[in-house]
């Protein structure tokens, strides 16, 4: 890819497969923050441009003879691994998680006050992403699938009670928004998950799955931010031409 500082991190993220590692080693939020320029979101990362502008070069180097498949696959296909991926992990971490902060907290809660601050973030994130999840699934994720149906079969689609598949979109990305901040008060808390030098095997792991679910739920909101929602506001278009005809 010719990428330049003015492209977007989600037009990188999404023409270099190897870009969303590059951004995750460096702090730069390429899900919620995709839209930010590479210039912008390397300044708001404290990150030097040049460095960042040679290592996704080298990425784009490793990734020539790939291709990411989720640009390409249907959106059926690609909500079926969002949730048999994505939402099983999440709602099966936050139930692990939660156990795992509440004991550490109790036996290092009192050496490590941010053990509070944190363990109150992700029970307010678990919170938020169950309902989240549930509202994807049982309403927009099944419109898009009818939507894509329509497209194939050259037919027209009921109007949704939600009038537009733009109006969910737009409250989604919003909650993802809204989960993207808690995780980054959680890596700042924890001090980008350092571990701390007398922390238990317990504590050793409380940071490092922290650590994975923030990526996951990085890679998780990428899928859908960056790529299902705007090919399904494309599609509902094309649905609409097909029925004007």
């Given at each position: 890819m010719n990428f330049q500082s003015s492209n977007t991190v989600r037009e990188i993220v999404l023409a270099i497969p190897g870009a969303t590692r590059v951004f995750e080693q460096a702090g730069i939020d390429y899900c919620c923050g995709g839209q930010r320029s590479l210039t912008d979101a390397c300044t708001k990362a404290g990150v030097s441009l040049a460095e960042m502008m040679q290592a996704l070069q080298s990425a784009d180097a490793a990734s020539a003879?790939?291709?990411?498949?989720?640009?390409?696959?249907?959106?059926?296909?690609?909500?079926?691994?969002?949730?048999?991926?994505?939402?099983?992990?999440?709602?099966?971490?936050?139930?692990?998680?939660?156990?795992?902060?509440?004991?550490?907290?109790?036996?290092?809660?009192?050496?490590?006050?941010?053990?509070?601050?944190?363990?109150?973030?992700?029970q307010k994130?678990?919170?938020?992403?169950?309902?989240?999840?549930?509202?994807?699934?049982?309403?927009?994720?099944?419109?898009?699938?009818?939507?894509?149906?329509?497209?194939?079969?050259?037919?027209?689609?009921?109007?949704?009670?939600?009038?537009?598949?733009?109006?969910?979109?737009?409250?989604?990305?919003?909650?993802?928004?809204?989960?993207?901040?808690?995780?980054?008060?959680?890596?700042?808390?924890?001090?980008?998950y350092a571990v701390p030098a007398d922390a238990c095997i317990s504590f050793q792991t409380l940071y490092q799955a922290l650590d994975d679910f923030a990526k996951d739920l990085h890679l998780h909101i990428h899928l859908e931010n960056n790529i299902l929602f705007p090919r399904a506001i494309e599609m509902e278009g094309s649905v609409s031409a097909v029925a004007a005809r």
């Open positions: 003879t790939s291709a990411d498949q989720f640009t390409t696959a249907s959106l059926s296909e690609l909500i079926e691994h969002i949730v048999r991926k994505h939402h099983a992990f999440t709602r099966t971490e936050i139930q692990r998680l939660n156990a795992l902060l509440d004991k550490v907290y109790n036996v290092h809660g009192q050496n490590h006050p941010e053990l509070a601050t944190i363990r109150s973030l992700f994130l678990g919170t938020e992403l169950e309902p989240h999840m549930m509202k994807e699934e049982c309403v927009l994720f099944p419109y898009i699938t009818t939507l894509e149906i329509a497209v194939r079969n050259e037919s027209a689609v009921a109007r949704p009670p939600f009038g537009t598949v733009a109006n969910p979109v737009r409250m989604m990305m919003f909650e993802h928004d809204a989960a993207g901040e808690l995780i980054e008060q959680i890596r700042i808390q924890s001090a980008n």
